[in-house]
Structure formats: structure tokens, C-alpha cells
């Protein structure tokens, strides 16, 4: 890298963690470009990134972040993740680790909060914000669905009373 590809990739991860909620410190020590690919892969489809980045151009574009805390977990071959979503980026990364014990975490923040690999594997079992959603929106929705079955109930009772009553007086009319 050059000058310029140096100070525009700073530039890009200082924007980077501007932006983000959650970063992840990985060390990928003797992965193979497959599995790289596979691990690239299932966190693009979780909405996370994953970037390679030298140590020291992570260090100075994480000088005056919110994330400044993970500056002592960039040694030796890091990789870093990040996500606006920071159960799914953490849950992606664990797994893969649990099949892959190359890929080895070694931290991460969460917005200011400087999290250890525990912290990170407890984020990982926690539901996803699209998890989270569907389970509002349900909670939300059963009391409306029971409010209704309890306001039509009474109409529904009048009905069959005034359906009994008819027919009573079919069958006695005939």
C-alpha cells in the first residue's frame, strides 16, 4: 500500500466506526482462503462487514472513536467486524469460531463498552434486532387479537340467543 491507499483506508475505518454500534477483534491465524470466503459470507448475509486491516492503520483510525478501548487487542493477524446490529455480527462470528478453531475472538466494543471474548459470546446469544422486532410486534398484536375476541364475544352470544329464539318460533309457528 501507498501513501494515499494508507490514508484512504484510515479515513474509511474512522468512518467505520463513526457509524457502527459494534466492532469485533478476530485473530485469523492459518485460515484458508475458503474458509475466509465461507466467514465472509455468512456475515455479508447477517448484514456485517469483514475487513482485514494492518494493526497500525486500525490503531490511528481508531484514535478519537467511541471504540478507542480495542486499540490493545490489534496484535498479530486481526481481522475486524462490524455491524449496526450487534447480536447478529457476534453470533456469526462464535459460531464460525465453534467450527473453526483458527478463527479465534479476541474481543470487541460495544458502542464505548470494551467487551472481552465472554462478552461477546453472551451478545451472541442474545436474539437478533429482527428477532426482537417480530417479538414486540406479537406481543403487541395478541392483546389486540384477545381485545376483539372479548368485544365480539357478547354480539356473538346476542346472535345465537336471537337464532335460538327464531328458530324456537319456526317450530312453534309450524
Do not use: C, H
Not at 2 to 17: G, H, N, P
Amino acid at each position: 500500500m501507498d501513501r494515499t491507499e494508507k490514508r484512504a483506508f484510515v479515513e474509511f475505518l474512522a468512518d467505520v466506526f463513526g457509524s457502527t454500534s459494534m466492532v469485533v477483534v478476530t485473530q485469523n491465524k492459518g485460515l484458508t482462503v475458503a474458509d475466509v470466503t465461507e466467514l465472509r459470507r455468512r456475515i455479508r448475509a447477517a448484514g456485517a462487514t469483514y475487513k482485514v486491516a494492518k494493526n497500525r492503520l486500525a490503531s490511528r483510525a481508531l484514535d478519537g472513536t467511541q471504540f478507542d478501548g480495542i486499540a490493545p487487542l490489534l496484535k498479530g493477524p486481526t481481522a475486524l467486524a462490524w455491524s449496526e446490529d450487534p447480536a447478529s455480527v457476534a453470533k456469526v462470528i462464535v459460531e464460525f469460531a465453534k467450527t473453526n478453531d483458527k478463527l479465534v475472538v479476541l474481543g470487541g466494543a460495544l458502542g464505548s463498552q470494551t467487551l472481552g471474548v465472554d462478552g461477546i459470546k453472551a451478545l451472541a446469544e442474545l436474539p437478533s434486532l429482527d428477532e426482537l422486532r417480530a417479538k414486540l410486534v406479537g406481543m403487541i398484536n395478541t392483546p389486540a387479537t384477545r381485545i376483539a375476541g372479548v368485544v365480539q364475544a357478547p354480539a356473538g352470544q346476542l346472535a345465537r340467543v336471537f337464532g335460538a329464539y327464531a328458530k324456537a318460533g319456526e317450530a312453534e309457528a309450524a
